[in-house]
Structure formats: structure tokens, C-alpha cells
């Protein structure tokens, strides 16, 4: 899973604009099933781990907005099944190396004190992580928290080593190839999840990588980024498995603006396609992303799938896959697509489909209607809400993404019917602690505000 890597940075979805050459991840497209109506979790990255995780959305928990920032507790409650705790319960090896971006604390080896964010340090080589990705499923982990903690390197339960951040994506390449090989000499069912640090900040292709794109040192990493996907690709093929390995591309979320979106639009470059937005938004360039999807002899090469489907999905997709029930109280926002794998239709067992932008705004998707409960972006893209506000722009948008893709036409005062049977939808799969069928669920708080402009919900 990529960081940051926006839905036109991918050369093979975006053949007209897209400037950035992406060879490895374009042949994983053409070897394998492209789905062209994808989304994340959210439309930033906390939540987006959080849902693929757990199969549940994020704002289910005491996250309304924004991210995690480190030296705090797991979001992932100890007790909440996993995708990784389910495979491992029956008998896959289990791996994260990369960036966790959860939660968790450092402690004290000598003292067991929890430590306290220091001014412009990072966790000390030895501090120990009591609750982090080994406490939730995984087996083994090698890799950092988030990008602000990035040079603090991480095995395990405990900070190894500190490391230039210029070395961390190379090294998530040389510890993941490894790690495949390794397994497959167990002879036993792996699941390595790799979610990268890049292209997201900081922007540190490294010094073989710069300027290859003629672009912008953000393209250049996108093109480094590129390169990785293609050394764990060919570890795979390599090993011989490739005919029982499923492989999953896809990013948390749109491209972010620090990329310098403006310059490369300029230089012909659309970081989000056709789309309109980008990272933290709840247009589409928020949150629909690339997700291709590899199984040789298994999957058609060079196919595509239409049906909307969500990060959030993966957790019954793979338990479809096995034959087996998701645990009890998990998966609740979880829905197998796995039928499209074989060109076959997904039953439709949830109304829709829930969006949420870095502020906390919702969307709603439900066929081809897509539902906004904000005046602008929800987002960073302009207008922002205070701006749109102020603006006079209306309280809700409505869009037809099927002919409107672009999200230019607002409909929503001449449908107002669809727009308050797209809310009572969402009002209905928060209450519920779940979007899909089955019994009702509980969230993890009681305060999850369904509009977040600060005034009282305006009518539809």
C-alpha cells in the first residue's frame, strides 16, 4: 500500500494526463484485474489503516478527525479481531514491514515509564514498544510509526536503530524481499502487509532517483516508488508462488498538495485523473485510489472491475476466500467482493457506501448518487468550509457520479428525495455500529456528529 499516491499518478489510469512513468505497477495492472471504482476508508491516512485492518471504520471509534500522532495508546482495541489475528489463528505467518501509523507507546526499558513526546527528537534507540503491530497479529515487524518518527527504525517491540529518512523506502524494499523469501522456505501461508513511506513527506528520492522524471522530485519518488512494487513483485516470481499469491496494490488515499499538485498540473501531470480534489477531501481525488489485484492462474489477466468497492472490504474478501466466517463483533463496514474476481456480480449487502474527509465530514455513495454533507471540499482543496460558507454555497451536494464524474454539477435541490434517502442511509449504518447485514454493533463513542459545519443539521 502506497502512501499518498494519487489515483492519476498511475500511468495506466491516467494514459492522458498522467506523466509519471509507473512501469512495474502498470504491468501488475496488466497481469491482473484493475478496479476502477475503488475507494479508501477515508480520504487520509489513520483511518484508512484502521479499516483495513479491522474491516470498520474508523470514525466507529473515539477518531473523529485528523490522525494519530504517536506516544499514545493503540487505536486498534487489544480485543478487536484483525486481519492479521485471523490469519494467524489459522496458520499463516504474519508481517508488517513499513508504517504503522496506529498508535502505540514507548517505554522506558529500565524504568517502564511511558515516554512523553520530546521538541525535535525522536523515540531513543532501546525504547521499547509494548503495544504495537506484535501486540495486534503480527508475528514480525520491521518498520516506523509515522512520517514524523520516521528515522526512529522499529523491530518488533523495540527502536533498533536511527536511520536517515532518505533510507527508509530502500530499506522497506531490501526487509520485504527478504522476508518472502524466508517464508516461502517455511513452507508455510504467509501474509506480508507492506505499507510504504512514500510518496508521502518527506519528499527524499534517493540520489540514483533524482530528476529521472523530468518532473519534480515528488515524481521522481513516485517513479522510486514505482521500482520497489517491482522488486517485491519479481521476489515473488522468483520464489515460484505466484500461482497461490494474491497481490494487492493500492494506496491509503489521494495525492497530498504537498507534492506541489498546482506545478505539476502545469507540467501536464493530474495527480488525481479525471477526479476532482485530492488528499483529505471528500471528492473523489480524496479517496479513490488505484487497487489492482494479482493472482496468476487465477485471476484473468488484463481484466477490470465496475463494482464500488472499499479498503474496508478486504477483511471479508480474504475470509470469503478462505471458506471461513469473519470472527464474531468484526468486519462490521466488511463486504466480499471476492465474486468479482471471476467476473461475477457482488451481492449488494449494504446500502451504500460511507466517505469521510480529514475533517470528519461524511459522504455517502449508493449507487451512482453520491451524497456530501459539506458546502466545499471537506477537506484542503478550496473551497474550504469556512470559505464556502461564507460563500452561500449550499448546505449539501449531491452529485451523479456516473455522469458526472468530475463532481462540477450539485443536483442536489432537484433531487431532494435521493439526497434524504442517501442521509437516512447514513444515519442509519452509524446507528447500527455497522453498514453491512447482521446484528447491530456498538461504536466505541456515542459522539459521532453526522454534520460537522458547527451549526444545526440545515434541511435538505
Known amino acids: 500500500m502506497c502512501d499518498d499516491l494519487g489515483y492519476g499518478d498511475v500511468q495506466c489510469l491516467n494514459p492522458k494526463f498522467g506523466k509519471i512513468k509507473t512501469p512495474c505497477i502498470d504491468s501488475l495492472a496488466a497481469n491482473g484485474m484493475t478496479f476502477n471504482d475503488a475507494h479508501s476508508g477515508s480520504a487520509v491516512c489513520t483511518p484508512t489503516r484502521y479499516g483495513l485492518l479491522t474491516g470498520r471504520h474508523c470514525w466507529r471509534t473515539r477518531l473523529q478527525n485528523g490522525v494519530v500522532q504517536g506516544f499514545a495508546p493503540c487505536l486498534i482495541a487489544e480485543s478487536r479481531p484483525t486481519v492479521a489475528t485471523y490469519l494467524r489463528s489459522l496458520g499463516y505467518q504474519t508481517a508488517i514491514i513499513g508504517k504503522w501509523h496506529l498508535n502505540f507507546q514507548y517505554q522506558d526499558p529500565s524504568t517502564k515509564a511511558f515516554l512523553k513526546r520530546a521538541k525535535n527528537s525522536i523515540p531513543p534507540v532501546g525504547a521499547l514498544v509494548p503495544d504495537g503491530p506484535v501486540s495486534r497479529g503480527f508475528d514480525y515487524f520491521h518498520g516506523f510509526h509515522h512520517s514524523r518518527d520516521m528515522d ?5 517491540g523495540e527502536v533498533i536503530e536511527h536511520d536517515n529518512s532518505v533510507n527508509m523506502l530502500p530499506r522497506l524494499a531490501s526487509q ?77 488515499n489521494g495525492c497530498s498538495k504537498a507534492a506541489g499538485i498546482q506545478q505539476l498540473a502545469e507540467r501536464g501531470h493530474r495527480v488525481s485523473g479525471p477526479y476532482r480534489g485530492s488528499k483529505a477531501d471528500l471528492w473523489e481525488g480524496g479517496h479513490r485510489i488505484p487497487f489492482f489485484m494479482r493472482w496468476t492462474g487465477t485471476i484473468q489477466p488484463n481484466t477490470s472491475s465496475d463494482e464500488t468497492i472499499c479498503i474496508t472490504d478486504m477483511f471479508a474478501t480474504i475470509a470469503d476466500l478462505l471458506v471461513s466466517d469473519t470472527p464474531s463483533l468484526a468486519a462490521e463496514d466488511s463486504v466480499s467482493f471476492l465474486p468479482a474476481l471471476h467476473a461475477e456480480p457482488v451481492p449488494n449487502t449494504r446500502n451504500g457506501l460511507i466517505h469521510a474527509s480529514i475533517s470528519g465530514h461524511f459522504g455517502y455513495r449508493s449507487n451512482n448518487w453520491k451524497l456530501l454533507l459539506a458546502r466545499g471540499s471537506g477537506g484542503w482543496t478550496t473551497p474550504k468550509e469556512a470559505q464556502a460558507k461564507k460563500d452561500q454555497l449550499p448546505a449539501f451536494q449531491l452529485y451523479d457520479i456516473a455522469n458526472d464524474p468530475g463532481e462540477l454539477h450539485n443536483l442536489q435541490s432537484e433531487n431532494r428525495d435521493i439526497a434524504e434517502q442517501l442521509f437516512h442511509f447514513l444515519e442509519t ?32
Not at 526512529?152 to 518488533?156: D, G, L, P, R
Not at 516470481?237 to 497461490?244: G, K
Request: proline residues 6%; contains cysteine; aromatic residues 8%.
Open 152 to 156: 526512529a527504525v522499529i523491530e518488533n
Open 429 to 460: 449504518d452509524v446507528r447500527r455500529g455497522r453498514s453491512t447485514v447482521g446484528s447491530e454493533s456498538a461504536n466505541d463513542t456515542e459522539m459521532i456528529e453526522l454534520w460537522k459545519s458547527g451549526e444545526a443539521v440545515p434541511k435538505l
Open 176 to 252: 520485504s524481499v527478504r522476508y518472502i523469501k524466508e517464508a516461502t522456505n517455511t513452507k508455510k501461508p504467509f501474509f506480508l502487509y507492506v505499507p510504504l513511506s512514500s510518496p508521502h513527506t518527506p519528499i527524499v528520492p534517493s540520489a540514483e532517483w533524482e530528476g529521472k522524471s523530468g518532473l519534480s522530485p515528488y515524481a521522481d519518488f513516485v517513479m522510486q516508488t514505482d521500482d520497489v512494487v517491482g522488486q517485491i513483485i519479481t521476489a515473488i516470481d522468483s520464489c515460484e508462488i505466484s500461482d497461490h499469491t494474491l497481490i494487492v496494490f493500492t494506496s491509503d
